[in-house]
Nanobody, 125 residues
Framework: QGQLVESGGGSVQAGGSLRLSCVAS????????MGWFRQAPGKKREAVAG????????FYADSVKGRFTISHDVAKNTLWLQMDSLKPEDTAMYYC??????????????????WGQGTQVTVSS
């Protein structure tokens, strides 16, 4: 049973940047698809970005396209989310997720079978 551990969250002013990291450990196979989700208080969890670890592409929600960049290093078993030009509406708990031994839609949370504990991102105006 593998695990995902996020880090890099924090507080930043609007227009600033943060870089989230997610280290995967204990998996016997590399997850085919990994993603970042977020959930703000009182709101549903939403997909932010996804990446096919085999090099088949990256995917972004319209709300973050052009501002966020997802990347992955197989050798380091690490997923990143570079977040630039942050806005107050980006404030949320951010979760790393992985599809291990399966392949589904990148933006559908129930397609992921492994989740991290989350890291808080707060953007002030």
């Amino acid at each position: 049973q593998g695990q995902l551990v996020e880090s890099g969250g924090g507080s930043v002013q609007a227009g600033g940047s943060l870089r989230l990291s997610c280290v995967a450990s204990g998996y016997t196979i590399t997850p085919a698809l990994m993603g970042w989700f977020r959930q703000a208080p009182g709101k549903k969890r939403e997909a932010v970005a996804g990446i096919a670890t085999g090099g088949y592409g990256t995917f972004y929600a319209d709300s973050v396209k052009g501002r966020f960049t997802i990347s992955h290093d197989v050798a380091k078993n690490t997923l990143w989310l570079q977040m630039d030009s942050l806005k107050p509406e980006d404030t949320a708990m951010y979760y790393c997720a992985a599809q291990v031994g399966t392949w589904g839609s990148w933006y559908v949370d129930y397609e992921y079978n492994s989740w991290g504990q989350g890291t808080q991102v707060t953007v002030s105006s």
